[in-house]
Protein backbone atom coordinates (compact mmCIF):
# COMPACT_ATOMS: atom_id res chain seq x y z
CA UNK A 1 0.00 0.00 0.00
CA UNK A 2 0.84 3.85 -0.41
CA UNK A 3 2.98 4.89 2.22
CA UNK A 4 5.85 7.73 3.09
CA UNK A 5 8.21 7.05 5.73
CA UNK A 6 10.55 9.79 7.41
CA UNK A 7 13.95 8.99 8.62
CA UNK A 8 17.34 10.68 9.34
CA UNK A 9 16.85 12.88 12.57
CA UNK A 10 19.04 12.85 15.43
CA UNK A 11 20.35 14.71 18.26
CA UNK A 12 23.10 17.70 16.91
CA UNK A 13 24.77 20.65 18.12
CA UNK A 14 23.70 24.01 17.11
CA UNK A 15 25.83 24.49 13.65
CA UNK A 16 25.69 21.03 12.67
CA UNK A 17 23.80 19.47 9.79
CA UNK A 18 21.54 16.56 8.87
CA UNK A 19 19.99 15.13 6.07
CA UNK A 20 16.11 14.11 6.16
CA UNK A 21 14.94 11.31 4.46
CA UNK A 22 11.12 10.62 2.89
CA UNK A 23 10.99 7.32 0.92
CA UNK A 24 7.90 6.62 -0.50
CA UNK A 25 6.78 2.56 -1.30
CA UNK A 26 3.53 2.15 -3.62
CA UNK A 27 3.43 4.66 -5.27
CA UNK A 28 5.88 7.00 -7.20
CA UNK A 29 7.10 10.44 -6.37
CA UNK A 30 8.08 11.22 -9.73
CA UNK A 31 6.19 14.63 -10.71
CA UNK A 32 4.62 14.76 -7.37
CA UNK A 33 4.71 17.83 -4.88
CA UNK A 34 6.19 16.69 -1.64
CA UNK A 35 6.41 19.32 1.40
CA UNK A 36 8.50 18.86 4.90
CA UNK A 37 6.78 19.84 7.64
CA UNK A 38 7.68 20.44 11.72
CA UNK A 39 5.87 20.65 14.81
CA UNK A 40 7.44 21.56 18.30
CA UNK A 41 5.74 20.96 21.53
CA UNK A 42 3.09 23.33 22.32
CA UNK A 43 3.60 25.33 18.54
CA UNK A 44 1.96 25.17 15.64
CA UNK A 45 2.83 22.79 12.68
CA UNK A 46 4.92 24.77 10.22
CA UNK A 47 5.67 24.54 6.37
CA UNK A 48 8.71 24.26 5.99
CA UNK A 49 9.46 23.60 2.68
CA UNK A 50 7.84 22.36 -0.73
CA UNK A 51 8.74 20.79 -3.96
CA UNK A 52 6.93 21.63 -6.72
CA UNK A 53 6.21 18.31 -9.59
CA UNK A 54 8.34 20.17 -11.62
CA UNK A 55 10.94 20.60 -8.76
CA UNK A 56 11.16 24.45 -9.60
CA UNK A 57 10.74 27.70 -7.40
CA UNK A 58 10.67 25.38 -4.23
CA UNK A 59 9.03 27.03 -1.00
CA UNK A 60 11.36 27.53 2.48
CA UNK A 61 9.76 29.30 5.28
CA UNK A 62 11.76 32.58 6.23
CA UNK A 63 13.38 31.15 8.98
CA UNK A 64 14.79 28.33 7.36
CA UNK A 65 16.32 30.17 3.87
CA UNK A 66 19.66 29.86 2.66
CA UNK A 67 20.24 27.13 5.36
CA UNK A 68 17.68 24.21 4.28
CA UNK A 69 17.66 22.03 1.01
CA UNK A 70 14.80 20.25 -0.71
CA UNK A 71 15.73 17.94 -3.73
CA UNK A 72 14.39 14.60 -5.30
CA UNK A 73 16.22 11.25 -5.90
CA UNK A 74 13.51 9.55 -8.29
CA UNK A 75 15.71 6.67 -8.92
CA UNK A 76 15.30 5.95 -4.61
CA UNK A 77 12.09 7.59 -4.70
CA UNK A 78 12.74 9.74 -2.26
CA UNK A 79 12.85 13.45 -0.81
CA UNK A 80 15.84 14.65 1.42
CA UNK A 81 15.98 17.70 3.01
CA UNK A 82 19.26 18.76 3.77
CA UNK A 83 19.30 21.25 6.81
CA UNK A 84 22.71 23.07 7.71
CA UNK A 85 23.22 25.57 10.13
CA UNK A 86 21.02 23.64 12.86
CA UNK A 87 19.62 26.70 15.31
CA UNK A 88 17.88 25.48 18.72
CA UNK A 89 14.80 26.71 17.37
CA UNK A 90 15.06 24.06 14.59
CA UNK A 91 14.29 21.12 17.00
CA UNK A 92 10.98 19.43 16.11
CA UNK A 93 9.44 16.49 14.61
CA UNK A 94 9.55 16.74 10.91
CA UNK A 95 7.04 15.55 8.83
CA UNK A 96 6.89 15.09 5.37
CA UNK A 97 3.57 14.70 2.55
CA UNK A 98 2.41 15.17 -0.84
CA UNK A 99 0.92 18.80 0.03
CA UNK A 100 2.89 22.07 0.63
CA UNK A 101 0.05 23.12 2.57
CA UNK A 102 -0.17 21.49 6.90
CA UNK A 103 -3.66 22.87 6.57
CA UNK A 104 -4.61 20.49 3.93
CA UNK A 105 -2.93 17.52 5.00
CA UNK A 106 -4.28 18.07 8.11
CA UNK A 107 -7.85 18.13 7.01
CA UNK A 108 -7.50 15.82 3.90
CA UNK A 109 -4.63 13.38 3.94
CA UNK A 110 -2.85 12.15 6.61
CA UNK A 111 0.37 12.35 9.42
CA UNK A 112 2.97 9.71 9.40
CA UNK A 113 5.26 9.00 12.49
CA UNK A 114 7.86 12.03 11.87
CA UNK A 115 11.12 12.24 12.39
CA UNK A 116 12.49 13.90 15.98
CA UNK A 117 15.49 16.36 15.54
CA UNK A 118 16.61 17.61 18.44
CA UNK A 119 19.04 20.90 18.35
CA UNK A 120 20.92 21.32 21.42
CA UNK A 121 24.39 22.33 23.61
Known amino acids: QAELVESGGGL ?11 AASGF ?3 GR ?3 WFRQAPGREREDVACLAGTDGNPY ?4 VKG ?3 IS ?4 KNTVYLQM ?6 DTAVYYCATHCSS ?9 GQGTQVTVSS
Not at 12 to 22: A, F, I, K
Request: net charge neutral; with cysteine; charged share 20%.
Open 12 to 22: VQPGGSLRLSC
Open 28 to 30: SLD
Open 33 to 35: VVG
Open 60 to 63: YLDS
Open 67 to 69: RFT
Open 72 to 75: RDSA
Open 84 to 89: NNLKPD
Open 103 to 111: AYVTAFGSW
